[in-house]
């Protein structure tokens, strides 16, 4: 019997009596001769392009193609036969995703296979791990291709490709609904959306037809050395395994835990330390555990004599910070000041507020409600209780004044004891660090004891002009763009 039209049949270049096997090759041949990717300065070879491709998605359904030979185009479109699957798409079934930048690319052949969605973890460290490295053996469970069957499902040659759906494992169906025809997919009901056929007694007795099985892969995280916050290590093709799809990868993210002591910005660390205001006025130490493990590392800080440390200044040690990770450069440690005062102080006698006074620089000093004094109208306030002083009852409020004042000294004085019977420490550093530690490689042996890392580090004031090694920042208020706060001073260190 003739056919109606032979459009479709010229632009593929075969007879109306081709058989699918002549189709697919005429289709091959076609579409890579005129796809977009290979024409780009040629419209007319996209426009053949999709003809092509909508001549052989016509032809290669033998329900389309007996009403394409009956009725033509016209009896497509009066069927709802004339809609069909997307250039692109039918392009991708027989050569892969990417068009043919992935066949023709550089004369570079790549895995023409879609590949699945890469799996992501979190994975959070601490700051010494992050200080020390670290590698962290994983457990995954993922799926990979049936080794006795290699992912076909069953016995070679028992797999038959479904005839419902051509292997597609969808079923386009048309319903006539009035005048009008509707035309729907679904789920081919043969195969259940599998595209194959496995009889049950031909089934891989491994996977169960399912052609992949779960095994447990363990894989090794390398955290190394100063790794930033945020990193990201890959394991390409260690994801889960599918017939004919290409192997995802599998992306750990490289999460901080918070610190109790330290705070981290970039190459950079950051230590909040609380002095005694004795410290901060006389000089002293103190002590600071770094991350260095498992055998501690202490640095005893040491502040001279004479340089004031203000309530949150900003001193510097250099090349105590973070090592960098690619060539572990040490970055910076700043130190961040809290001085902390006294909550109570006893009454100075005059010669102390002299020497107060020759110490501190003040030019001028009076003390508040000085006896020798008998000021008109004056309001004074001790122990939140105010009094007005007049010259008419200045004589009843000065021995009211001395009464307040004796039991203020009699609160100090409790105080004081209160502090010496809590046998509070007295030296300005705090309580020295243990010299000695637990060997970690025997932990069982109470004799196998390993000593600690003590070193000396000075603060010193250095030019201001001088650049950290990372320009990391500790606030938001750097004025001057050198990667430091204002008020700040940066402090060189010695080691011994």
């Not at 309580?431 to 042996?445: I, S």
Request: hydrophobic share 30%; with cysteine.
């Amino acid at each position: 019997m003739g056919v109606k039209e032979t459009r479709f049949y010229e632009l593929l270049e075969v007879p109306p009596t081709a058989t699918d096997a002549q189709l697919k090759s005429a289709y091959k041949k076609g579409a890579l001769r005129h796809h977009p990717d290979k024409n780009r300065d040629n419209p007319e070879a996209a426009e053949k392009f999709k003809d092509i491709s909508k001549a052989y998605e016509v032809l290669s359904d033998p329900q389309k193609r007996q009403l394409y030979d009956q009725y033509g185009e016209a009896g497509l479109t009066e069927q709802g036969g004339a809609g069909g699957m997307n250039a692109e798409d039918l392009f991708s079934q027989f050569f892969g995703g990417g068009g043919l930048g992935n066949i023709f690319g550089g004369g570079q052949m790549r895995d023409q296979r879609q590949k699945s969605n890469t799996i992501h973890h979190a994975q959070y460290v601490t700051l010494e791990e992050m200080y020390n490295g670290k590698v962290s053996k994983l457990a995954l469970q993922k799926s990979v291709i049936c080794s006795d069957c290699d992912g076909i499902g069953g016995k070679a040659g028992a797999v038959k490709t479904c005839t419902g759906c051509n292997g597609v494992g969808m079923k386009t169906m048309m319903r006539q609904m009035g005048p009008m025809i509707q035309r729907f997919q679904t789920v081919c009901p043969d195969c259940k959306g599998e595209g194959e056929i496995i009889r049950e007694k031909d089934r891989c007795k491994k996977c169960g037809g399912r052609k992949t099985n779960i095994v447990r892969k363990v894989l090794y995280l390398h955290v190394d050395k100063g790794v930033p916050n945020g990193h990201r290590v890959n394991f390409r093709g260690e994801g889960d395994q599918v017939p004919g799809v290409q192997p995802g990868d599998v992306q750990f993210e490289i999460k901080q835990k918070p610190h109790k002591r330290f705070t981290r910005k970039g190459d950079d660390l950051i230590f909040e330390a609380k002095i005694h205001l004795y410290t901060a006025l006389a000089g002293g130490w103190f002590w600071i555990q770094h991350l260095d493990a498992p055998i501690p590392r202490y640095l005893k800080v040491h502040i001279l004599p004479g340089e004031i440390i203000a309530p949150g200044s900003v001193k510097m040690i250099r090349g105590q910070g973070m090592p960098s990770m690619r060539h572990h450069d040490p970055g910076n440690l700043y130190i961040k000041f809290d001085v902390v005062f006294p909550e109570s102080c006893p009454r100075l006698g005059p010669s102390e507020l002299k020497t107060l006074k020759k110490l501190t620089g003040v030019e001028s000093f009076t003390l508040e409600g000085d006896f020798n004094q008998e000021p008109e109208g004056e309001v004074m306030m001790i122990d939140e209780e105010v009094t007005e002083k007049t010259e008419e009852d200045g004589e009843g409020e000065k021995d009211r004044f001395q009464h307040l004042l004796s039991k203020k000294e009699e609160k100090d004085a409790e105080a004081a004891r209160k502090r010496k019977d809590a046998k509070e420490e007295e030296k300005v550093g705090g309580r020295d660090p243990p010299r000695d530690v637990q060997d970690p490689a025997f932990p069982n042996d109470p004799r196998r004891r390993l000593p600690v890392t003590i070193e000396d580090q000075y603060v010193e004031k250095i030019d201001q002009s001088s650049q950290t090694s990372n320009g990391a920042t500790m606030e938001d208020d750097d004025d001057d763009g050198d990667g430091m706060p204002s008020g700040g001073e940066r402090v060189q260190c010695a080691s011994q």
